[in-house]
């Protein structure tokens, strides 16, 4: 446990800098930094709106993270985590739509159905790697795109056709009965919870299975491991399926979440979705980052973004100051100290 | 048989092949030398905003010629980021691919953040552009097609870029780094300048394409949190489709503007028009699955060089 | 001037040295009676100096034209001046007697072409000492001859050729005089007039401290490997392996003796199945192997002893229980339904660092952190406690000190000894020389000869040199 807190060490200098520079920004837009941190924190912790903001955020941020940090352990990029989570959020509303299935029994299915979809959208990018050598972080950029681009055609066209869908508003509702169950107290969906369990499922995957075992290997020695007999192209897809998995259920949570119902949604009606870097695809790569990779630092470091997202948004300021900051973290995240530190990947020689 | 919808297909597909092909440009000469720069899409945001302050500032005491002012911030700016970014990954070996994730998100933001913050409104306001060579009827899109002369840019850019790379020294040795920077490096090639060069040039026409946007198509910035407005990764998608060839880039960025001319010209069902948007992106994607082993990047994009 | 000498004899890095690559650390290098410091090589390169490396320096995607003028390009404004170019280098071809297309891209050469070029580079910069490190090491026959007369022409023509090899009759062949190295140290300097292949070869393989292992009497049992009549072609040379056929019996140690280069790896690589044959068979006991994924050919009860520990034998960044268990933690001694057993997993790490001696403070420090012949250790102990039948070790004790040089090639006797087959590769002539029973060189991807223990250094030198038995 030391090692991966020594590891951090690195990524918490990196998220010091990147603080800092992003209040020397503030304060020469003329904001005081101070003033700005403590309300956002004070916005985000302190009332009730802003702390379910941040379990909600956390969710997302953690599991969108995970779809990152999974495959980057095997050594391939996921940058699509965005599109994959699309199609998930995507997928349930179409099953929402279409599927007449009991109560209980049909957020399971619809949950499972975003889960199978992510994964087949990342394997996708991943076979293309390891088969075609065609550079992961390129296409799953461009699949994110083209993800999103389906999925605001089926919402609109689709689904736009079948349910009472004003574009004005950002959410296509569903009905009180679709959503996931709600934590007590703090009023948002049990997602965080679920994200704390993924993320310490992935964990222990990675750490005491013989597939994590292999995929770990690839990952920080593709050679080797071969001389030994692991197919480095056979775990790099399947590392790139369980992190769109991830993604996918993220999308799911997302759109079925209370109060949080769509973010993605918003996306679709506001002309299109492609990039969204603000959107938690992004983020989960800054929050992975700063955990150092690590599954279980991805929830900490959730929490923390998850907190300067939910206090900017509690406290009206527009997010994307908090984009800025994270974009300088990220910068500072990807200095080589860093990197090789933490992100062990095998050599890119063989670009696209 | 009215042929209104090919004509302004034809016209929206040029201009939009303006930034896409400018950039693309700028990209290629970058990635000759071996830096891959994500961030495009970061860049032209930044320029184009640059562009757009410029442009406005300058717009009460110049006229017209404000526009001028714009593109030439732009490129500024374009030059800068780019600079600083070839910087990080040359000599403080960053990695390049979180790098441009950084400057792609950062830009959004900052753009924004800048935007409230000196302007208060959600696009500046318009000022002069550079003055159209001709128009072709009013249409109800609200986006008057017009013909920049930026679009004679647009075609003789890959002529001097395919000139500069195949026959100066300078381009010969970029296409060097790019490949075997050790071998340069043999050769008596300084491989951290040559980089430095040539991703600021890169930046220069990276800045051209997303003033372009700012200060003639749009004529306000538009901050563009989907990536709809500043097609960054578009022109990465012509680069690779093109296969870091001048001529086929600019052919994939004349196609790949059609793709987003499209979004204009299909008044009719409102909902096909999302799937317009990905086909460059599908394209490229295919284009890599299928040709991925013959589609020749240079040997070293992306990778740091350290010296022995 | 031929520098002769075997792998790691110093050939090379001197040649850095001079060419201002590595930079010295003691001694002074003087050119035309001045003393001068090579900074990097473009100072080389201003002295005179031009270098044609093993691995060549050119730029795949240029036109030949382009990479010989690639840094000293005639020009004006900044444009380069073709006609001027052309004329210059076509000139420079003319003198020099080596023809070649200089319009196609370098890619797309031939190697022997891609070696002219290089030369031709060199000399386009005013090279007037030349250095070739081992050219024909990458050229069939017929492109030999042809560096040979354009070499000849050169020395003709007032240019000085430093020829780096350890094939004896070339140097025999083209110098004019000879410098042998062995351990870093020049051990010789002769005129060629006065050289003869014996007098070279014991030079070039002077014998160590022989080391004294005991052997159990030579009883050789079942075949466990066969090769026969096995060809490879690589991307980068045809007949790497060329028609090579032998066999490893229980409770032998066959030696594959070898200047690095001359198709070891590729030898190896295919017999463990990570490269296809182009020809020939392999069969471990009686069943053919060629077909095989490494995984099946592991499961065939094969120890694997990679060359190159850091790159292929461990993950650094894996502990050394974890690298323990590399390709076998799968199997179930190992695992349980998918999970990792982890108590199995640590007693068998704790006991290899108990009986290979791995000196290390525990099983969970990283790989990276040990030194090379504890690396080693781990390795020779994770191969040797699966109990195979057959043993390949290549270049098993390649830079390590000489305590775990010893122990582990107390370790291989020893595998020997127990019945185990054992398929040493290797480039330390002392080693081969030691511990095997039968000796077999290949020399340019073929065998040209066979030794049994005991045979005599200047013989295995010939040998080594490409001088066979006719």
């Known amino acids: 446990m030391t090692g991966a807190l020594k590891s951090a060490v690195p990524s918490l200098i990196a998220l010091f800098l990147g603080l800092a520079v992003a209040s020397i920004l503030m304060w020469i837009l003329g904001l005081n930094p101070f003033n ?155 997602m965080f919870i679920v994200a704390i369990l993924v993320a310490i499922g992935s964990a222990f995957f990675l750490a005491r299975t013989t597939l994590g075992y292999s995929i770990r290997a690839t990952g920080l020695g593709s050679r080797p491991a071969e001389s030994k007999g692991i197919n480095p192209k056979t775990m790099k897809v399947i590392a790139m399926i369980i992190g769109g998995a991830v993604a996918g259920l993220a999308g799911a949570g997302d759109v079925m979440s209370v109060g949080h119902g769509c973010y993605l949604v918003a996306c679709y009606q506001d002309g299109f979705a492609g990039g969204w870097f603000g959107g938690e695809g992004f983020a989960g790569i800054a929050v992975a980052l700063v955990a150092a990779n690590n599954p279980i630092g991805s929830v900490f470091s959730a929490v923390f973004f998850a907190i300067l997202a939910s206090g900017t948004a509690s406290v009206g300021q527009n997010v994307y100051v908090v984009w800025a900051m994270q974009g300088i973290i990220i910068l500072f995240m990807a200095a080589p100290a860093l990197s090789r530190g933490i992100i062990k990947l095998g050599g890119r020689r063989k670009w696209i | 048989m009215d042929l209104t919808p090919f004509v302004l297909l034809i016209v929206f597909g040029l201009q939009w092949a303006i930034p896409i092909a400018t950039a693309a440009d700028g990209e290629l000469v970058t990635e000759k030398s071996g830096i891959l720069n994500i961030g495009i899409y970061g860049v032209m945001v930044i320029s184009g905003f640059a562009a757009a302050v410029a442009n406005y500032q300058t717009g009460q005491a110049l006229g017209s010629s404000s526009a001028y002012v714009g593109l030439l911030a732009g490129m500024a700016a374009g030059v800068g980021v780019n600079f600083l970014f070839a910087f990080l990954a040359t000599k403080i070996h960053v990695d390049q691919v979180i790098a441009g994730i950084g400057i792609n998100i950062f830009a959004v933001g900052i753009t924004y953040v800048l935007l409230q913050r000196f302007y208060e409104i959600d696009g500046t306001p318009i000022s002069n552009s550079v003055a159209p060579l001709f128009t072709v009827g009013g249409l109800s899109q609200g986006i008057a097609p017009k013909i920049s002369p930026l679009m004679v840019v647009m075609f003789v850019l890959p002529v001097l870029v395919y000139l500069f790379l195949a026959r100066t020294k300078l381009g010969l040795h970029i296409r060097a780094v790019g490949e075997n920077p050790q071998a340069a490096e043999a ?122 | 001037m031929g520098i002769l000498g075997e792998n790691g004899a110093g050939k090379s890095t001197l040649m850095n040295v001079l060419y201002g690559l590595y930079s010295l650390d003691s001694g002074t290098i003087e050119i035309e009676g001045q003393r001068v410091r090579m900074r990097n090589s473009k100072d080389a390169i201003e002295r005179g100096l031009g270098m044609v490396h093993q691995a060549f ?330 109990q195979p039948h057959l043993l390949i070790a290549h270049q098993p004790t390649r830079g390590l000190d000489v305590a775990s040089t010893e122990y582990i090639q107390s370790l291989i006797v020893d595998a020997r000894n127990s019945g185990r087959g054992v398929l040493l590769v290797s480039a330390d002539f002392d080693e081969i020389l030691d511990l095997s029973d039968r000796i077999v060189v290949l020399y340019e991807g073929k065998i040209i000869g066979e030794l049994k223990r005991g045979a005599g250094i200047g013989e295995l030198g010939k040998l080594l040199g490409g001088i066979g038995a006719q």
């Open chain 2, 187 to 308: 050769a008596g090639i300084d491989v951290v300048k040559t980089r430095l060069t040539a991703t600021a040039i890169g930046g220069s026409l990276l800045g051209l394409g997303g003033a372009y946007l700012t200060v003639d198509f749009f004529n306000s910035f538009i901050p563009d949190p989907t990536g709809t407005v500043f097609p960054g990764f578009i022109a990465l998608a012509a680069v690779i489709a093109g296969g870091w060839s001048p001529p086929y880039v600019l052919g994939m960025s004349v196609l790949f503007g059609a793709c987003v001319g499209l979004r204009f010209v299909l008044i009719a069902p409102g909902a096909l028009v999302y799937l317009t948007y990905m086909l460059p992106f599908v394209m490229t994607v295919a284009v890599l699955g299928v040709a991925s082993k013959r589609l020749r990047p240079p040997a070293a994009l992306g990778v740091p060089y350290k010296k022995e």
């Open chain 3, 57 to 386: 320096t050119l730029v795949p995607n240029l036109t030949v034209m382009e990479n010989i003028v690639l840094g000293s390009e005639p020009a004006r404004a900044g444009v380069i001046d073709r006609r001027e170019s052309r004329k210059e280098v076509e000139g420079l071809i003319r003198q020099v007697g080596l023809e070649v297309n200089l319009d196609e891209l370098a890619e797309d050469l031939p190697t022997g072409f891609k070696q002219r070029v290089e030369i031709l580079k060199a000399l386009f910069r005013g090279a007037k000492v030349l250095i070739l490190d081992e050219p024909t090491a990458v050229l069939t026959p017929l492109e030999s001859e042809e560096l040979f007369r354009s070499i000849r022409r050169l020395t003709e023509g007032g240019s000085t050729v430093i020829f780096i090899t350890h094939k004896l009759k070339e140097v025999m062949a083209i110098t004019n005089r000879i410098t042998i190295m062995r351990r870093g140290k020049v051990v010789a300097t002769m005129n060629t007039k006065d050289a003869t292949f014996d007098i070279l070869a014991n030079a070039m393989v002077g014998r160590n401290v022989e080391r004294k292992f005991s052997f159990k009497p030579y009883e050789p049992g079942e075949t466990l490997l066969e090769v026969r009549d096995l060809t490879v072609h690589t991307k980068r040379k045809q007949n790497a392996v060329n028609r090579c056929s032998f066999s490893v019996r229980a409770g032998e140690i066959v030696g594959v003796a070898g200047v690095e280069g001359n198709g070891q790896t590729e030898l190896v690589e295919t017999i463990m199945g990570l490269s296809k044959p182009s020809g020939g068979s392999i069969q471990m006991g009686g069943k053919p192997t060629s077909e095989l994924s490494t995984a099946e050919i592991l499961k065939l009860s094969v120890g694997h002893v990679p060359e190159d520990r850091a790159l292929n034998g461990l993950i650094l960044d894996f502990s050394i229980a974890e690298n323990t268990v590399l390709g076998t933690a799968s199997s179930p001694s190992f695992s349980n339904r998918g999970l990792m057993a982890q108590r199995k997993i640590r007693d068998f790490a704790n006991r290899i660092v108990r009986s290979f001696n791995v000196s290390t403070s525990g099983i969970n420090v990283k790989a990276r952190n040990l030194s090379g012949g504890n690396q080693q250790k781990v390795i020779v102990g994770r191969e040797l406690s699966g």
């Open chain 1, 36 to 190: 700005v941190f403590y309300t956002l924190f004070t916005g985000a912790l302190t009332t009730p709106f802003g702390q379910s903001s941040v379990l909600t955020y956390m969710g997302s941020y953690t599991l969108f993270a995970l779809a990152f940090i999974i495959p980057g352990k095997a050594g391939i990029w996921n940058v699509g985590a965005q599109g994959q989570a699309i199609l998930g959020g995507i997928t349930v509303a179409l099953i929402v739509t279409f599927v007449p299935l009991p109560p209980i029994i049909w957020p399971l299915f619809a949950i499972i159905a975003a889960i199978v979809v992510g994964a087949l959208w990342s394997a996708v990018s991943g076979v293309l790697e390891a088969y075609r050598n065609a550079s992961a972080i390129v296409t799953t950029i461009m699949l994110n795109f083209v993800a999103a681009s389906i999925a605001s055609f089926l919402l609109l066209w689709v689904i736009g056709a079948k349910v009472k869908y004003v574009p004005q508003t950002s959410y296509l509702t569903f009905g009180s009965e679709t959503t996931i169950p709600t934590f007590p107290y703090f009023n948002t969906s049990i």
